[in-house]
């Protein structure tokens, strides 16, 4: 596809279960990145990947949440036992590195998922 | 701590007005610094990027300008349009951490 696209676009679930959410990026982009964006606030920097190096976890909020990515494919940022506090949209975004580091290239988002933990 | 504040909450201007719209930090000295269009229920849009050694960018109606002296970015819009309606997220960078503003809805009325 022409962008990064995002499923589900929105995700109902009740206290304490798991959610997978699903990403896939711009074909050839090597970087790919997973935001939080709380109604009315910025985005918080989840997690990053970066080709075959070891991804960046240190925006996870807690153990939580997890994600893994295919290669330089597709990526599922999983978080299990949600909590109400977990409600949210979930952004993915990918960019072409070039040996750039996070934040040094424009970055390309999918529309997100809004997940809504009852 | 670091911090980033992005001006007013909202900002309205009458169409045809140039809208300027600011980025302060603190505790932090970014190499990098975008600028991002969101729109609601959207992803952001990126927009543009400034360097630390680099003044003044443009790209159209669009204007960003970077003082590291200040600690400030400002971002204008010429000849605005209802259609430049959003949220404008700034998101400067360095070393690889990025971090996001919480960004200044704008209303163009016409």
């Known amino acids: 596809g022409a962008g990064v696209s995002q499923s589900p676009s929105n995700k109902v679930t009740e206290k304490g279960k798991d959610v997978e959410l699903r990403c896939d990026p711009i074909?050839?982009?090597?970087?790919l990145y997973w935001y939080r964006q709380r109604l009315g606030q910025g985005l918080e920097f989840l997690i990053y990947f970066q080709g075959n190096s070891a991804p960046d976890k240190s925006g996870l909020p807690s153990d939580r949440f997890s994600a893994e990515r295919t290669g330089e494919s597709v990526s599922t940022l999983t978080i299990q036992r949600t909590q109400q506090e977990d409600s949210a949209v979930y952004l993915c975004?990918?960019?072409?590195?070039?040996?750039?580091?996070?934040?040094?290239?424009?970055?390309?988002f999918g529309p997100g998922t809004r997940l809504t933990v009852l | 701590s670091q911090k980033i504040e992005q001006n007013s909450e909202a900002l309205n201007i009458q169409e045809g007005k140039t809208a300027t719209l600011t980025c302060n930090y603190t505790n932090y000295s970014p190499a990098y610094l975008q600028w991002y269009r969101q729109d609601p229920g959207r992803g952001p849009v990126f927009l543009l990027l400034i360097r630390e050694n680099e003044k003044e960018k443009r790209k159209e109606r669009l204007k960003v300008t970077f003082d590291t002296t200040l600690k400030q970015s400002l971002f204008h819009i010429t000849a605005s349009q209802p259609a430049d309606s959003a949220t404008y997220l700034c998101?400067?960078?360095?070393?690889?951490?990025?971090?996001f503003g919480a960004g200044t809805r704008l209303t163009v009325k016409p």
């Open positions: 074909s050839g982009h090597t970087a």
């Open positions: 998101a400067p960078t360095r070393g690889g951490d990025m971090r």
């Open positions: 975004a990918s960019s072409f590195s070039g040996g750039a580091r996070r934040g040094e290239n424009e970055q390309f």
